[in-house]
């Protein structure tokens, strides 16, 4: 017998099925006639049964190019990016910066690009030695904040809707140029590349480093800083990313992912080493009510507790740290050092 049904074969089997008289193996194939459970919806003629499977939604129209394993290993890169750079921004500010990871999603570039608002702060970079471009979106909210901050005020941001002046987009160059440096610092973790900005846009429509249908990593983080946050994006086209996407398995990534490198902690120190400290020095301390305050004049003397011939305490950012001897450089007044106070182990 044929193994090839003829057209009059398949139509009564599927009205056999349709009708309930035939029923559907486990494998798929045709099984022993059995009794149909009753419809639980009927569509337009179609009997559909209650089954206890999950289904899940997926567009063959744009099927995922970077695997779930590797979508992991990109978040585990930038929660160290995210680290590193609270670090440098909060040394670069004087002020506290923290950063979060928020999403690793694949999208259309077409998607992303309708997703950003005009103006804003769009800059276009490359990845030397791989091909293509990659560009970091930072919300303009976000930018002000960190350009009042830098121009010397508190970081607020300013309620605007404007491009940004040539002093300003000068700074928030430098500002972006250390943000690349901590994003190669980063992605040693895969190979040597060099960030290297390559232009700068306000407006999404301009920014053209992928087709409307090309695949992109959009990686989100959010910035917080004590007046003002804000979000920004780094987008990775696949193309970009194409050369590269075996090392971000997982046994790739652990076997080449570092722990603290002396070159990353020659960075730290050097951030750190130029974080401003305030210092103070302590002559004595006394005690008086309230009464006694209100009643002091110009004149008036007050007994310490400690010695004409006394060392003073040395604070640093209110905590004592040395015991000093005051003296006289020049026409200023000075301190010498004279010990270190000792703390037990595990004292803050």
Known sequence: MSDILSQDEVDALLTAVSSGNVAV??????????????????????????????????????????SKDQ????????????????????????????????????????????????????YIFQMEPLESSALIEINPSLVFTMLDRMFGGQ????????????????????????????????????GIFSPKIEGYETSPLFVQIAPPGETIVLISLEVKMRNGSGLMSLCFPFVLLESIIDKLSGESWISSQKTTTQETRRLIEKELSHTPMTLRCQVGETKMNVRDFLQLNIGDVLVLDKLATSDLTVFVEDRPEFLAKPGVVGRNKSIQITSIIEREVGDV
């Open 155 to 190: 970081g607020r941001s300013i309620e605007t809707n404007r491009e940004l002046t040539d002093i300003e987009k000068s700074v928030l160059n430098k500002i972006m140029e250390r943000i690349l440096m901590d994003l190669k610092e980063v992605w040693e973790n895969i």
């Open 71 to 122: 979508i992991r290993t990109l978040e585990n890169l930038h929660e160290g990016f995210a680290r590193l750079l609270s670090t440098t921004l909060s040394s670069m500010f004087r002020n506290l910066v923290e950063i979060d990871l928020i999403s690793v999603d694949q999208l259309t570039y077409q998607e992303v690009i309708m997703s950003i608002s005009s103006p804003s702060c769009i």
């Open 25 to 66: 193996g486990a494998g798929g194939g045709m099984s022993e006639l059995a009794s149909i459970p009753e419809p639980s919806v009927p569509i337009e003629g179609t009997v559909l049964h209650a089954s206890t499977k999950q289904v899940g939604l997926y567009d063959f129209r744009r099927p995922d190019r970077v």
